[in-house]
Structure formats: structure tokens, C-alpha cells
């Protein structure tokens, strides 16, 4: 069953306080991805990772950082979040390239 | 993203009608992808049309490219309700990054 797992799937925090968002597929996909998504704004791509320790930053890093330790595990972490990090956040994978893009369901982070 | 743009932001059709959501983009591709992302969910692709190739069908979808206009079209036809959702365009103008578009907020009503 090929999925890409979200956890938690709601979140609220506390401005200044850390988060971890954290995300596992079982495609054994070697690349995966975090997006935002904000109403209007479709998708915005933060990081992007090719393989474990292997990541590069997207269109909008400031604020986060990654890591990617297995294969199947992509974590979103933000150190003091910020009221405007408060969005919809994306974990995707895929074989790379231009192929299909796997995305789970998402987490929605409130930062109060 | 300014990379992909849908034309519209929302439409809306009645069941069994044919609808077409376009999109334009500003840089050369590899490949253009349409996606559909129901409420509550992520977006799940539907189509994925190569840089060389002009029209792709998928059941009751088209998607249409045409690289030298940097346009494409995706067209439901018979529409139902479960269509009800945003469409996305997704380019990929460099090697693995998807670009989407804010996206076209379909509506299919009874």
C-alpha cells in the first residue's frame, strides 16, 4: 500500500516554542519533500531532500530545518515557532525526477 | 508560484456538465502534472503530460500542453459531485522540484 504517513495530523503551539512534524512512506522513494500550503498561495516548498543527509533548501527554508536520518523518515522541524509559520504543512515523496508526487495528508500547525 | 498558474480561481458547473481549467507557466519544463486535492486531504496527481507529448488522457480527464504557448488545460467531462476540488498544475522546470499554482477551486453541483 504505497503511503506517506503525517504525524500529528493537528497541532497548537505556543509562539517561541520548538516543533517536530515528522513524516515516514513506505515506497522506499529516495526523494521527499515539505510544503506549506496557505489559502491562496497554493504549495510552497521548503525543503526538499534527495536521500538521508541529503537536503537543499526550497523556496521559503527561513524558519525551518529538516532532517532525514533513514530513507523513510523526513522530518520538519521548526526551532521558536512563529504565528506566521501557522499553515497546512505537506510531506511528499517520489521517485525523482519528474514522476508522480506522493503527498500525505498533511498537519495543521496553529502557532498562538 | 509564478512558475505555474491556473487561470481562474474558482469555477462552477452542474453534474454531467464538461468543465476545463487552464494553466500557464513561464519556464521551459520537463513535464507539466495536474492534481486534484479534495477538502482535508493532500493533493493526489492525476495526469502527468511530458514535455513532447500534446494530449493525455486519463478516463474521463484531458490534458492538453502546448510548449510553445506555455499553456495547458486539463477537461472533466460528465462531471460528479466527488469532482468538487481544487486543481492544481504542477511544473517541473528543474530536475525533481514541482512548482504548483495557487490552484482553480472547482465546484460540481446536483
Known amino acids: 500500500d504505497m503511503k506517506v504517513t503525517q504525524m500529528p495530523r493537528y497541532l497548537i503551539k505556543r509562539m517561541g516554542e520548538n516543533v517536530l512534524l515528522e513524516c515516514g512512506q513506505d515506497m522506499s522513494h529516495e526523494t521527499m519533500y515539505w510544503y506549506r500550503q496557505d489559502p491562496g498561495l497554493g504549495l510552497q516548498l521548503i525543503y526538499i531532500s534527495y536521500d538521508v543527509d541529503s537536503n537543499s533548501e526550497g523556496d521559503i527554508p527561513k524558519g525551518y530545518r529538516v532532517s532525514r536520518k533513514k530513507r523513510e523518515h523526513f522530518s520538519l522541524i521548526l526551532d521558536s515557532a512563529k504565528t506566521n509559520q501557522t499553515s497546512v504543512y505537506f510531506c511528499?515523496?517520489?521517485?525523482?525526477?519528474?514522476?508522480?508526487?506522493?503527498f500525505g495528508k498533511g498537519t495543521r500547525l496553529t502557532v498562538v | 508560484s509564478q512558475l505555474a498558474e491556473e487561470n481562474l480561481w474558482a469555477l462552477s458547473v452542474h453534474e454531467g456538465e464538461s468543465v476545463t481549467v487552464n494553466c500557464s507557466y513561464k519556464t521551459s519544463i520537463t513535464a507539466l502534472q495536474w492534481y486534484r486535492q479534495k477538502s482535508g486531504e493532500g493533493p493526489a496527481q492525476l495526469i502527468l503530460?511530458?514535455?513532447?507529448?500534446r494530449e493525455k488522457r486519463n478516463g474521463r480527464l484531458r490534458a492538453t500542453l502546448d510548449t510553445s504557448s506555455q499553456s495547458s488545460s486539463l477537461s472533466i467531462t460528465a462531471t460528479r459531485c466527488e469532482d468538487t476540488a481544487v486543481y492544481f498544475c504542477a511544473t517541473v522546470p528543474n530536475y525533481n522540484v514541482l512548482y504548483f499554482g495557487s490552484g482553480t477551486k472547482l465546484t460540481v453541483e446536483p
Open positions: 503530460i511530458r514535455s513532447n507529448e
Open positions: 511528499a515523496s517520489s521517485l525523482g525526477g519528474d514522476t508522480e508526487v506522493f
